[in-house]
């Protein structure tokens, strides 16, 4: 049985607690120094780094939680608010909050970029954007002929590959925003 720093037994309960805790004060820490150390998230944790590293073995896969979670919250309200729009402005606004939350995460991106596809589809259930598709479709905004679950692999694949070029610290967002913007559109509208 686990126990706590003070040999208490540790409930699940605990365990979730100390998990939300951690991934919080690794949120905050992160953002000030992108190099902070695990020791330093632990303190502001209110754990012990063997808390920590019981949660997460290493800090590649603390980073991973951090950017999962910010997409957990991120993710369905732009969802939502596309619904909302005309199908291109529906896909200017991905391309562009896409690259504005990646560029804000820069220096973490680079740490995860191998594993940003997985992250992506842990912190984000189903197919939303396929689904999104469907209802487009019936309501006649996308009349491309190219089938739905092949559109959203696109769109997700250049978002996802976008993203990554912003690894590279010449990458303008800006520039990158627009060029995504203008793919999305041409392939989808």
């Known amino acids: 049985m686990r126990t706590s720093e003070l040999g208490a037994p540790l409930s699940r309960a605990d365990g979730r607690r100390n998990r939300r805790g951690i991934?919080?004060?690794a949120t905050e820490a992160l953002f000030e120094n992108p190099a902070v150390s695990m020791g330093e998230i632990a303190r502001r944790a209110g754990v012990t780094r063997a808390t920590v590293?019981?949660?997460?073995?290493?800090?590649?896969l603390l980073v991973a939680a951090v950017l999962g979670d910010?997409?957990?919250?991120?993710?369905?309200?732009?969802?939502?608010?596309?619904r909302h729009l005309a199908w291109?402005?529906?896909?200017n606004r991905l391309a562009r909050?896409?690259?504005?939350?990646?560029?804000?995460?820069?220096v973490?991106?680079?740490?995860v970029a191998p594993h940003l596809e997985s992250m992506t589809r842990s912190a984000i259930a189903g197919e939303p954007i396929e689904a999104q598709l469907g209802a487009r479709r019936a309501s006649g905004d996308i009349t491309v002929s190219l089938d739905d679950a092949w559109l959203a692999l696109c769109i997700r694949s250049l978002c996802l590959t976008a993203v990554r070029r912003l690894a590279d610290p010449?990458?303008?967002?800006?520039?990158?925003?627009?060029?995504?913007?203008?793919?999305?559109?041409?392939?989808?509208?």
């Not at 909050?97 to 820069?106: D, K, L, P």
């Open 108 to 111: 973490h991106i680079t740490t």
């Open 97 to 106: 909050r896409a690259i504005s939350v990646a560029a804000a995460h820069r």
């Open 170 to 189: 010449e990458t303008d967002p800006e520039r990158l925003a627009d060029e995504l913007s203008l793919s999305l559109r041409r392939l989808c509208v």
């Open 23 to 25: 991934l919080d004060a």
């Open 53 to 60: 590293y019981r949660h997460y073995p290493d800090r590649d």
């Open 70 to 82: 910010i997409a957990t919250v991120l993710v369905p309200p732009l969802l939502k608010e596309m």
């Open 88 to 91: 291109a402005d529906a896909l």
